[in-house]
């Protein structure tokens, strides 16, 4: 707020410095503002519910006015406000008067001043009205005035009038009037309401009506309140606080999956105990009930006769505590429903439940939710009612299995489970049905312990299928977690016979295919896909063709054309749809992307994985291979230069709480953009770090170095710190060289890691350590490029672009890459690829191609908004005078042109006049002509001098080139 701010209200300061979510009401009170500058007054009601920010509103648009705003403030406290008339506008005249330098004796508002020692009454009430505006027109008469008046639901009944009275009648006067309603605190009829509907209908009355806040908003506030960016707590507290930014802070510091913060369930219950003797209770039978109920089972629950339970429910509905519905009620929050919950004694809860319990078996009509067993089983759970419970929980996971509610299935399962004694006969199919549901409900590490219970519980002897079957199953959740199945492929490859072919063999072989893949070792991968062909063959089981064409399909992405892969595809969809197996229909859709990307096709990407996304949602694995199919929306996002739909993409996914491996995946890819739109401190909180990777599986150290060796080469170059990325580059280069001959190095690594290497030797060209590691690292590259693919566009593409790297930099070399990835529409190795060219044309004096170039790169940068590249593009622009100078001090009489003040800071570097030259991309006969002339200019008589000189006279003002 601005100097002349006053405030009685005594509020406490908000939690958050950060404010978010509320850009269009500011714009609304922004209009208001010059509507009033303009010569005119404003009216604005700002309602909502408790704790959604009115208040924080009415700051942060105060916070931006000028100061030739005087602003008035006044509030209606809860306590005692019926008692003391016009007690919001106390404040408000004690402050009007102190500006006018204080009051006159005589008038009519002396008495309500606290202070004043005049015993005068107001003679009317027209008179006090009167003074107050005349009060009011001399405060707007002198500056623009701002009025606020917060809590009018509180508001006594003078003040209520006092302030229709001013929105009614202030006309032309310069004057915003502000005032704040809780919407939530006042029941129908009240006067307060009359007075807010009176106001809104008017048409020069504005209304805004703050509504809860978006995930994103959720996202942002939370990040400034923790300290760090976490989109899957966001989307937890998101749901849990309904957007309220109240709750959302008082959930900041606690878990949103059960919030221990006395402050919220107090605040909530603070409101509750306003509640009549009659309405608490029925509250209390509905929360139990749950969040909605039906009017039939709340009457049943509630014990009343039809006239109490009227009465008291439109007290609920008027005090905003409970919604009516076409069939009942609802709970107007989830926290509120809670608060009241808590409140209940055990007895009282448990009993209140078998009630419930028993009118639902009895009436399973009145049921609330879709799967009705699901809330007779959470009743009977609650009641204690173990029997009741363990049979009511197998028909609600039943019922969820039918519609595809793994996630729900599984939580029914796993209480059924709990239900059921160590010895119970049904546990070990209990526990293979979880696995089956863990699966697809994206919940990994639930399905591992699942697995490693079930096999304590098998014969691997008597059962060595069943058993194998488990261990298959546990080895895809530790392939999702940390790529370490392996271990248990190889013990059911042992328990399994390799000449008796069976669907538990072919299954194994499928498993081999898809580890084999991920590890980079497709012609070994390959080898096992055969042999599920042949198992199905012999077998004449279409299920297992299907799971040999798409894993055929999967490892064909590395090694056939896109033409080969498809056919392979087409034929597993196929069988996938004639056998019904949904599991392998997403899987393949899941590769059918990944062959697209990997082809370059990414305009087509761009449309198949939302195609694929809703198939996986539409059969209920979006948890499960939802991520992976993100990952490759974004890949194509990316390379189209689509980079807001990437951000926008990854955040939604990661609100999913996706599995550990796929959120480290999704924050690589936000950590690049983030790289090169400048935001490095964010990059490098999302990127994980070279020392934790090194402590992972070979497999998973081959999945993931590749990203993230890439990464911080690339944030080493963007940050001007070249050997920022030394340890992710060394233990990215053992890793390959350590790896099989036949595994193909990850290639986006590889290009980073080459073209870093020009930074380093151009950041220290005198650096003979330096120049032997880079040698070194090129060495070890070149070692690797016959591993890399070669039978795509974009292959070539890549090894194009890391051979120029290596290479001496010509521009016809950089210039074939700038071909090779325009063709695949990568737009940021076009970009790369366009500034490396255009510095080969600047070295070989090629101004105009430079030029040429370095406008193309600056449209594709600013299309994506990459900082860094347009940093990099207008600084080689100017050290070659592509571009109009930046203007240069004036205030010294040096006489120095543009082109030696550019010279001067080279100097002042201490950079010999070669380096000098190749800096600016001119000859070093040209630098000592200009290194002549700075000299005589500055009277120096030599560099050390006029350097000195230069310093003494503040001519070193760093250029755009100049980065430390």
């Known amino acids: 707020m601005s100097g002349d701010d006053v405030s009685a209200t005594g509020r406490q300061p908000v939690v958050s410095a950060l404010y978010v979510g509320r850009q269009a009401e500011l714009g609304a009170l922004r209009a208001a503002a010059q509507q009033v500058r303009e010569g005119g007054s404003a009216r604005v009601l700002i309602t909502g519910e408790a704790g959604i920010g009115k208040s924080r509103l009415v700051a942060e648009f105060t916070a931006l006015l000028k100061d030739d705003w005087l602003t008035i403030t006044g509030a209606c406290p809860e306590l005692g406000a019926e008692h003391l008339p016009y007690v919001a506008f106390l404040p408000i005249v004690q402050q009007l008067v102190d500006a006018e330098g204080g009051s006159q004796p005589g008038s009519a508002l002396n008495a309500l001043l606290p202070h004043s020692s005049s015993s005068a009454a107001a003679s009317s009430r027209l008179s006090l009205l009167q003074e107050l505006i005349a009060l009011v027109e001399r405060a707007a008469a002198r500056r623009p005035l701002l009025l606020v008046v917060e809590d009018l639901h509180w508001a006594d009944g003078a003040s209520r009038e006092l302030f229709g009275y001013l929105a009614r009648n202030l006309r032309d006067r310069q004057v915003l009037l502000v005032g704040t309603v809780r919407t939530g605190e006042v029941p129908a009829g009240h006067p307060v309401r009359q007075l807010v509907a009176e106001l809104g209908r008017r048409p020069d009355i504005t209304t805004l009506q703050l509504g809860p806040l978006e995930q994103q908003y959720v996202s942002e506030l939370l990040t400034a309140l923790v300290g760090r960016y976490d989109p899957a707590r966001a989307a937890a507290v998101h749901q849990r606080s309904g957007g309220n930014p109240l709750f959302i802070e008082a959930l900041a510091n606690s878990d949103p999956g059960n919030p221990s913060a006395n402050a919220l369930r107090s605040l909530l219950q603070e409101r509750v105990a306003r509640l009549s003797e009659a309405a608490r209770p029925v509250l209390a039978v509905a929360s139990v009930a749950g969040s909605a109920v039906a009017h039939e089972l709340l009457a049943l629950l509630a014990n009343r006769s039809d006239d109490e339970l009227d009465q008291a429910l439109r007290e609920l509905v008027e005090r905003d505590q409970l919604l009516a519905t076409t069939h009942g009620y609802q709970f107007r929050h989830a926290l509120i429903r809670e608060a009241v919950y808590t409140g209940l004694l055990p007895g009282e809860r448990r009993r209140l439940h078998a009630r419930a319990a028993t009118a639902l078996a009895e009436h399973p009509d009145l049921a609330t939710q879709t799967l009705p067993a699901a809330e007779l089983a959470e009743h009977w759970f609650l009641a204690g009612r173990t029997e009741e419970a363990y049979r009511a929980t197998l028909v609600a996971a039943d019922e969820a299995k039918v519609s595809f509610a793994y996630t729900e299935e599984l939580r029914h399962l796993e209480r059924a489970i ?249 924050q690589a890819m936000l950590s690049w953009i983030n790289v090169f739109r400048g935001n490095f401190e964010r990059a490098e909180s999302l990127v994980q770090s070279p020392e934790a990777l090194s402590s992972g599986t070979r497999t998973l150290r081959g999945y993931m170095l590749g990203h993230t060796a890439m990464i911080w080469a690339d944030l080493a170059v963007a940050r001007h710190e070249p050997e920022l990325a030394g340890r992710a580059v060394e233990l990215f280069l053992r890793n390959s060289r350590d790896t099989a001959a036949q595994v193909q190095p990850d290639q986006d690594g590889l290009l980073a890691i080459t073209l870093l290497q020009r930074a380093r030797l151009a950041a220290a060209p005198r650096n003979r350590e330096i ?89 594709l940068a600013l299309k994506v908004r990459a900082t860094v590249w347009l940093d990099r593009i207008e600084a080689l622009g100017q050290r070659a005078r592509l571009e109009a100078p930046a203007a240069v001090a004036t205030a010294d009489a040096s006489g120095l042109t543009p082109r030696e003040y550019d010279v001067l800071r080279l100097v002042a570097r201490g950079l010999p006049n070669r380096q000098i030259a190749a800096e600016l991309y001119i000859s070093p006969a040209t630098v000592g002509v200009h290194v002549g002339r700075i000299l005589t200019k500055l009277g120096a008589a030599s560099r050390t001098e006029a350097t000195a000189t230069a310093h003494a006279q503040g001519l070193l003002t760093p250029g755009p080139g100049d980065r430390g």
Not at 641 to 655: N, S
Not at 792 to 816: H, Q
Not at 831 to 836: A, D, K, P
Request: with cysteine.
């Open 771 to 859: 120049a032997a590691d880079v040698a070194k690292i090129r060495a070890d590259i070149t070692g690797l490029l016959h591993r890399l693919a070669a039978r795509s566009p974009l292959d070539r593409a890549y090894r194009l672009s890391i051979e120029a790297g290596l290479g001496s930099g010509r521009m016809t070399d950089w210039d074939e890459c700038v071909a090779a990835w325009r063709e695949v529409k990568h737009l940021p190795a076009l970009v790369l690829c366009l500034i490396h060219s255009a510095e080969a044309a600047l070295a070989a004096s090629n101004r105009a191609g430079a030029r040429k170039r370095l406008e193309e790169a600056r449209e």
């Open 418 to 666: 709990a239900l059921c004694p160590g010895d119970h006969p049904d546990r070990l199919m209990l526990l293979e049905r979880a696995i089956a549901a863990a699966g697809p409900a994206g919940q990994a590490a639930q399905g591992l312990q699942h697995c490693t219970a079930a096999l304590e519980l098998v014969d691997r002897d008597q059962e060595p299928e069943r058993a194998a079957q488990i261990l298959l199953d546990r080895a895809q959740f530790r392939g999702r977690l940390d790529l370490t199945g392996r271990v248990d492929l190889d013990e059911a490859e042992r328990l399994l016979p390799s000449d008796r072919p069976t669907f538990a063999l072919g299954v194994l072989h499928y498993h081999l295919t898809v580890d084999e893949t991920v590890a980079r070792r497709p012609q070994s991968g390959r080898v096992h896909a055969e042999r599920v062909l042949e198992i199905a063959e012999a077998l004449d089981d279409d299920r297992l063709r299907c799971r040999a064409y798409a894993v055929l399909g999967h490892v064909a992405i590395f090694l056939e054309p896109l033409a080969v892969t498809q056919a392979l595809q087409a034929k597993a969809r196929e069988l996938a749809v004639r056998t019904g197996d949904d599991y392998m229909l997403v899987a393949n859709g899941l590769w059918e992307c990944a062959a697209l990307t990997l082809n370059a096709q990414y305009d087509q990407i761009v449309v198949k994985a939302p195609q694929a996304l809703r198939e996986a949602e539409l059969l209920g694995m979006q948890r499960w291979r939802g991520p992976l199919l993100a990952v490759n929306l974004c890949e194509g996002y990316l390379s189209l230069g689509r980079w807001d739909e990437a951000v926008e993409t990854i955040e939604q996914t990661l609100a999913a709480e996706p599995e550990e491996l796929y959120v480290s995946v999704l």
